[in-house]
């Protein structure tokens, strides 16, 4: 039977070695050295500049690291992307899913609700404590607004 205790040693575990291995990541090497680092990039996005590694933990982890390399092969830099600076680079009227999803990864879910005609993308993500990141979408697929909340967890 897996315990609350053996779950929490689990994600611990793994979260140490994941940032272990972005922490071994550095600009310059090449992408066969970070792939055979962090593993198969969860996504690949094609950049003016090059291509994009996106390595996300969504749906049940709060991270996702982006990976930038140059026309080369070459890393640029990289970046945990899931905190509030980053997403207030969100430009509400302007950005669109694709920016989103270029700039945060895949969400960790799309949401509807009563009170919202379209799609909402959610992002998990920890700051202090576990929070949750909606993006607002209209029919068009344009970001019409942004929130975040907490994650409250209910141990029944």
């Known amino acids: 039977m897996l315990t609350p205790r053996f779950l929490c040693a689990a994600v611990v575990t793994v979260w140490v070695l994941g940032a272990c291995a972005i922490h071994a990541v550095q600009p310059g090497m090449a992408r066969d050295a970070v792939v055979a680092r962090m593993g198969p990039p969860s996504r690949e996005v094609a950049l003016a500049s090059g291509t994009r590694l996106q390595y996300s933990g969504q749906p049940a982890g709060q991270y996702a690291t982006m990976v930038d390399l140059d026309a080369s092969g070459h890393v640029l ?8 600076t980053e997403f207030a680079r969100i430009v509400v009227d302007q950005w669109t899913r694709d920016d989103v999803e270029r700039e945060f990864g895949r969400p960790a879910s799309i949401d509807h609700v009563a009170n919202w005609p379209t799609d909402i993308l959610t992002y998990r993500w920890h700051e202090v404590q576990d929070m949750f990141f909606w993006v607002f979408l209209d029919h068009h697929n344009v970001v019409r607004r942004t929130e975040q909340g907490v994650e409250y967890h209910h141990d029944d």
């Open 77 to 84: 830099w990289l970046r945990q992307v899931l905190q509030a």
